[in-house]
């Protein structure tokens, strides 16, 4: 069972940077595609970047392009959603997930088999 952890989340003012960081368990995690989505009350989870298990490969939305920035360690079972240039509107529960099967990273929430508990990120005008 692969577990996720994810922390770095806070209160930041607008323009700030937060750097959101998900271990992932155990050492098979490291050769899964990693996504983070976000979810804000009231409204459907959002897909914001994903990371192919090599690090080669990486997809943003295009609400984050040019803001944020996925990484992953050289182990590979650590990511980082490193968020510049905040915004309020980019206040959610950011959750980050892992996909088992090789091939395209993917956009939809349905692919991904496992989920981490999220971390807050709120972000004030």
């Known amino acids: 069972q692969v577990q996720l952890v994810e922390s770095g989340g806070g209160l930041v003012q607008a323009g700030a940077s937060l750097r959101l960081s998900c271990v992932a368990s155990?050492?098979?995690?490291?050769?899964?595609?990693m996504g983070w989505f976000r979810q804000a009350p009231g409204k459907e989870r959002e897909f914001v970047a994903a990371?192919?298990?090599?690090?080669?490969?990486?997809l943003y939305a295009d609400s984050v392009k040019g803001r944020f920035t996925i990484s992953r360690t050289v182990t590979k079972n650590t990511i980082y959603l490193q968020m510049n240039s905040l915004k309020p509107e980019d206040t959610a529960v950011y959750h980050c997930?892992?996909?088992?099967?090789?091939?395209?990273?993917?956009?939809?929430?349905?692919?991904?088999?496992?989920w981490g508990q999220g971390t807050q990120v709120t972000v004030s005008s």
């Open positions: 997930a892992a996909d088992s099967a090789r091939g395209s990273i993917k956009r939809a929430g349905d692919e991904y088999e496992y």
């Open positions: 155990p050492r098979t995690a490291s050769t899964y595609a």
């Open positions: 990371i192919t298990w090599t690090g080669g490969g990486t």
